[in-house]
């Protein structure tokens, strides 16, 4: 079982629509990391998180620390927003683990 | 520029060979680490450098592979004997310190193995 699972895998979305990629990990972490990759390559860190909520723009990131989960929400999805979305988790120390990423596409 | 800039951006060499990939972090960054993106599978860590202590090696996946980080800044990754399953792209990122800040990525090197 890989320490970071990703949900779902893909994800096809109309524009205008509420989307949420899901992230679980089984390891004790100090710090969580969205990432957004586009087709090119380019990584862009979307937020760094520990507790709470956090909010950039149309996006929105969460996580519960007891339960493990973090969720990342896009609303008011836009063909722009196409791209692969990962979840790091960064253990104690200063590893990155990666999901598998979540290719998302959305349509106009 | 202000990001991190990695080079080549492409590299195409044939098995056997020795390569150099080379990240200037931003400057005043004192972390920096090396990941790899193989074709169809996620992300990994290769090896993180904290100011002037010892590197994290631990993701290194043989001893072919080696880096260093000269002067707190400029850092190279070396691959010995390259081979065919050391195609990838090789990413770098640095943020300011190590503890729990965003990391910055470059754009990587596309390494190809013949």
């Known amino acids: 079982k890989n320490e970071v699972e990703q949900s779902p895998q893909n994800l096809t979305a109309q524009e205008g629509e509420f989307i949420t990629i899901n992230c679980s990990y089984s390891?004790?972490?100090?710090?969580l990391h969205w990432l957004q990759q586009h087709p090119g390559g380019g990584i862009v860190s979307l937020f760094m998180?520990?507790?709470g909520k956090k909010k950039h723009g149309r996006l929105i990131a969460t996580i519960n620390i007891q339960e493990k989960h973090s969720s990342l929400h896009i609303t008011a999805s836009h063909p722009r927003d196409s791209a692969v979305y990962i979840c790091?988790?960064?253990?104690?120390?200063?590893?990155?683990?990666f999901g598998a990423g979540t290719i998302l596409r959305v349509k106009s | 520029g202000a990001g991190v800039s990695q080079s080549p951006s492409n590299k195409v060499t044939e098995k056997g060979k020795d390569v150099e990939l080379r990240c200037d972090p931003i400057?005043?960054?004192?972390?920096l680490y090396w990941y790899r993106q193989s074709l169809g599978q996620g992300l990994e860590f290769l090896i993180y450098?904290?100011?002037?202590?010892?590197?994290?090696k631990s993701g290194l996946p043989s001893d072919r592979f080696s880096a260093e980080r000269t002067g707190g800044s400029v850092s190279t990754l070396t691959i010995q004997r390259t081979q065919q399953e050391d195609s990838a792209v090789y990413l770098c990122?640095?943020?300011?310190?190590?503890?729990?800040?965003?990391?910055?990525f470059g754009d990587g090197t596309r390494l190809s193995i013949l």
């Open positions: 990122a640095s943020s300011p310190d190590s503890r729990n800040q965003p990391q910055h």
């Open positions: 390891v004790g972490i100090s710090a």
């Open positions: 998180l520990s507790s």
């Open positions: 790091a988790v960064m253990e104690y120390g200063n590893k990155l683990v």
């Open positions: 400057s005043g960054h004192t972390a």
């Open positions: 450098f904290q100011g002037n202590s010892a590197p994290d």
